[in-house]
């Protein structure tokens, strides 16, 4: 059984970088036609896409959030990344790592439990 | 960027009742479109996509119907754990990927 679990900061200043992991576990990140992707809910808020990412392709960015994430895949150990610079007080949030489903049914199907960032001084 | 707006934002509903939930985007996703329920302090598990498939393990009780604009998430005879968010994503631009702010149904 397919399981992602996050790992991240939990507390950052502002105008630092954000750095999460995503363990992919029960497959290889490299079987089926699969996307990973990166979520994040600002507390008491609604879902927010941030990119996502094929293992062997070009990473897709959130417009608003482009210019300050670099998404990336490790297939040697089954992980994917998520980089977000200069942050502020407005990327406190929960982040979940995701896999988007197959061929072109492009959900979220499998989630991971989600690690909580604060942004603050 | 597809702007999804979901109605109403709470759903008062009784258990056993049914309910109906829905997903409006700015613009066409055709048959696009996902439907994801969240409970406090858990992750979103998917529930539809293609507006009207059910993912894996969803009771037959949830369903899905709608295309274009419009969409509906239906619940029939409620059940205690039925009580959470519900959200809406269109995957039909990925520029980006958008969902709806979602509908809290309680009891």
């Known amino acids: 059984q397919l399981q992602l679990q996050e790992s991240g900061p939990g507390l950052v200043q502002p105008s630092e970088t954000l750095s999460f992991t995503c363990n992919v576990s029960?497959?290889?990140?490299?079987?089926?036609?699969?996307?990973w992707g990166w979520i994040r809910q600002s507390p008491g808020k609604g879902l927010e896409w941030i990119g996502s990412?094929?293992?062997?392709?070009?990473?897709y960015y959130n417009p608003s959030l482009k210019s300050r994430v670099i998404i990336s895949v490790d297939t040697s150990k089954d992980q994917f990344s998520l980089r977000l610079t200069s942050v502020t007080v407005a990327d406190t949030a929960v982040y979940y790592c995701?896999?988007?489903?197959?061929?072109?049914?492009?959900?979220?199907?499998?989630w991971g439990q989600g690690t909580m960032v604060t942004v603050s001084s | 960027e597809i702007v999804m707006a979901q109605s109403p934002a709470t759903l008062s509903v009784s258990p056993g009742e049914s309910a109906t939930l829905s997903c409006r985007a700015s613009?066409?996703?055709?048959?696009?479109l996902a439907w994801y329920q969240q409970k406090p302090g858990q992750a979103p598990r998917l529930l539809i996509y293609?507006?009207?498939t059910r993912a894996t393990g969803i009771p037959a009780r949830f369903s899905g119907s709608g295309s274009g604009t419009e969409f509906t998430l239906t619940i029939s005879s409620l059940q205690s754990e039925d009580f959470a968010v519900y959200y809406c994503?269109?995957?039909?631009?990925?520029?980006?990927?958008?969902f709806g702010g979602g509908t809290k149904v309680e009891i």
């Open positions: 029960g497959d290889s990140i490299t079987s089926g036609s699969y996307y």
């Open positions: 293609g507006a009207s």
């Open positions: 994503q269109q995957y039909n631009n990925w520029y980006p990927l958008t």
């Open positions: 995701a896999r988007l489903a197959a061929a072109g049914e492009y959900a979220f199907d499998v």
């Open positions: 613009q066409s996703v055709s048959g696009n």
């Open positions: 990412i094929y293992y062997s392709g070009t990473p």
